[in-house]
């Protein structure tokens, strides 16, 4: 039985105090709800508040929304996945949809930042998802094979068991428009028939895959209710949090 997970995705929102308005209300609504596993992304600035205020949560953990693949130097503008475990994150949500096209990250490019969390003990959300063109034109499976492949190169069951992949149909992302959950349980099973192959049987019976794209509290739970999908990446309404506590919610209550 996989534990669903939910995990907020900030993007370029929510300041130091607006995070901490967040908090408020959150940690007020949620109370020890523990039937599912809880992952907030802040932005960079206010991860380290963020992490003063969960330093009493044992249930919700700190993610990054992105981080360099090297280790130190010259890089300016970049920020370290040790420079993220000094602040207690512990998840780090890579090869989003928004970095891959508004900042040209490859599978290639996915793959370092990948294999640098794990070696760092952070644990990466691999997004992965097709675009409305590559829908039209049947080319889902294929995409979804060539990201998942190139992404995870190199590295061995274990690193691949602890990584949480988020389908994210790039269409839906932002959209309103969210996937059927016929469309997504179908895209979730081929996304674990995969990983059973570049890994194993039991690996793909053990990663958690979650769905992203216009998720809300009134969709939650029928997605979360098929049987490949394992959680959620939430953009939009994690940043309200009674709209983020009804999902996370919803991700407790489903069986
Ligand atoms: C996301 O950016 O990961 C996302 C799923 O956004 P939204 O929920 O707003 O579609």
Known sequence: MR?????????????????EAFLDTFLL??????????VIAPAFTALSKVAERLSK????????????????????????AAMLRDLYVRYV??????????????????NKKVRAAHEASLKPILCVGETLAERDADRVEEVLETQLRGSLAGMNSKEIAETVIAYEPVWA??????????????????IRKTIALIADPSVAEKIRIQYGGSVKPDNAKTLMSQPDIDGALVGGASLDPR????????????E
Do not use: Y
Not at 4 to 11: H, L, Y
Not at 100 to 108: I, V, Y
């Open 3 to 19: 534990k669903k997970i939910i995990a907020a995705n900030w993007k370029m929102n929510l300041t130091i105090g607006e995070a």
């Open 29 to 38: 609504e949620i109370g020890e709800e523990s039937g599912a596993d809880i």
């Open 57 to 80: 949560s044992s249930t919700i953990k700190l993610a990054a929304q992105n981080m360099s693949f090297e280790k130190s130097g010259a890089f300016t503008g970049e920020v370290s």
């Open 93 to 110: 949500i890579l090869g989003h949809s928004e970095r891959r096209t508004l900042f040209g990250e490859t599978d290639e490019i996915v």
């Open 173 to 190: 992302i932002g959209t309103g428009r969210v996937a059927s959950p016929e469309q997504a349980q179908a895209a979730h099973a081929f």
């Open 243 to 254: 709209a983020f506590t009804e999902i996370v919610k919803a991700a407790a209550s489903c």
